[in-house]
């Protein structure tokens, strides 16, 4: 056990953070984006006790599948295409997290709980999308009580060519980008990396790094020459760390996920590659990189 | 359109210098010329047929939305008085970004039990605006003329320093700048950039006594600019905000008691008045080019 007590918190990451728990897409058709996640090397593990919920793994990284109908307000129905519905955060003590962000500022969002379900802290993140935190993720985890494990299926797949959590990338409207660099640093902090630090193939907008040094958030304007290009806030796609990005890509495609080849334009090369937009939109980038040994 | 089109396309009014209902004040608006209205939290909660036919009626009038107010006696305040403004808050910004306003009008407390101390004054600042940025909204802080603390643009311009949010800036209005006589020289010293609006008034008098004379005036008897006795300040107002760089919205701040007796369409003909002799005249604006557009602003590098 951490104590806690005696450890004063870091001043550079002051909610504890250690990385993403998972992310969670909302979809009318979660079987569809079931294939698509299977074929990028995940696979499904456990269902929800109460809602039409699927939890999907590789390695360490966990994606939900959510195709629930939410009565919470502010929140959208599943639509057909796949969205990114939430980030959720692995943090020293979540209760202290959420009420950290509260007294910042942060929207709280109500929840809707179940018996014997747990209490995840939610706050409004960018357009309809939320930011959990969970504390419990280590000897224990939030699987173990709100979801049923599928019989049969290996609780622990390994990650296809060692692919891990690197980022996600958010679109943001002409003029957003100091508001939403100030909204990850005052509520998570979140730095600005320098503009000649990049990863991948994709190297517009700005990257911040999270304070636990696990994962990124990219920031992409509109081309600005584009009138009336704003559309709205979302979180686009995520980004896998992968250490062999071409090995990474030989592997998927054998599984049959396609990828853009562009010889002037983006293609797959040593430093990234960009699968092409499934579903209506549901892209995947990968990057080169070697994940970060656990904190703590 | 009846008239004319005059280069005033960042020059809008204020329902609050009409009566009648909100249909009737955006129509009048727009028949006028203008392009653009300024609306109050009170036009939707007033709304007969409900905030959303509200929200339908401003969206389908074809007006871009200036900004939305006002927030009062937001900011000092502590424990259950701070919670309860943070709820008020709240409510106003859905409505606000509901209507796709861009823009919260925030008004400097005028509370007993609001603290003088500039640190909780930023910090409060800084959470509405941090409440406001997932919405796309930002925050301009008013300093009304009869604010406890925070009377003076100055002083509402070293709190928005001292917050620091990227999506918090000024509301400048000309009735509150020119009652307390704070030095307009001043202005030189804001950063444009930081100006989310400007709101014009005139009034008639040429000097206010008391701080009583100065809020029955500035509620009931202020007029349109260039109507009262005080053109030729609002003109150098605006003419010096035009060459420090501000490129935001002017707004009519008009609150009138005769103007809420009178047909709309005569107070909009006023009001368009104003806009035409602040663009032509004052800022001595060509008229617009055809097919002439606003480029979006660009984005800094980095």
Known sequence: MTPDREVPADASNPLGLDGIEFIEYSTSRP???????????????????SR?????????????????????????????????????????????AYKRALERGAWAVPTRIEVMELNIPAIHGVGTSRIYFVDRYRDFSIYDVDFTPIPTVDPHPPALAGLHWFGVVQYINGGRLDDWTEF????????????????GILPKGRVLKSPCGRFYLQLIAPIPELLDADRDEQLQRVAFGAPDVLAAVAQLRQRGVEFIESPEGVHSERRGALTRGQLGGVMFELVQHKPVGAAG | MMHAAANIADMGMDTISMSGTLPMKLAAIRDAGFSQVMLSAKDLAGHAEGIPAAIDAVKSSGLRVTGFQVLRDFEGLSGNLHDYKIDVAKSMLEMCAALGGRVLLVCSSTSTHATGDPDALARDLRKLAMLAL???????????????????????????????????GLGLDSFHLFATKTPLEMIDLLDPEKIFLVQLADFMWQEIRSVEERIATARTFRVFPGEGAHSAEVAGLVTQLDQIGYGGDYSFEVFNDDYQQMPLATVAQRAYRAAVWLGEEVLQRSMPLPGQIRLRTQEPAG
């Open chain 1, 184 to 199: 990850y640093h005052e509520l998570f902090a979140f730095q600005t990396l320098p503009d000649d630090e990049r990863f």
């Open chain 2, 134 to 168: 997932p919405l796309g909204i930002k925050v301009a802080y008013e300093g009304l003329s009869w604010g406890r603390h925070i009377n003076e643009f100055t002083q509402a311009w070293d709190v928005v320093c001292r917050a620091n949010a990227p999506n918090l």
């Open chain 1, 52 to 96: 039409e919920v699927l939890l999907y793994r590789q390695g360490e990284m966990n994606v939900i599948i959510n195709a629930h109908q939410s009565t919470v307000p502010r929140s959208a129905p599943p639509a057909e295409t796949p969205a990114i519905a939430a980030i959720c955060l692995r943090v020293r003590d979540a209760a202290a």
């Open chain 1, 31 to 49: 079987q569809a984006l079931g294939q698509v996640l299977e074929m990028t090397g995940f696979r499904p593990i456990a269902r929800h006790r």
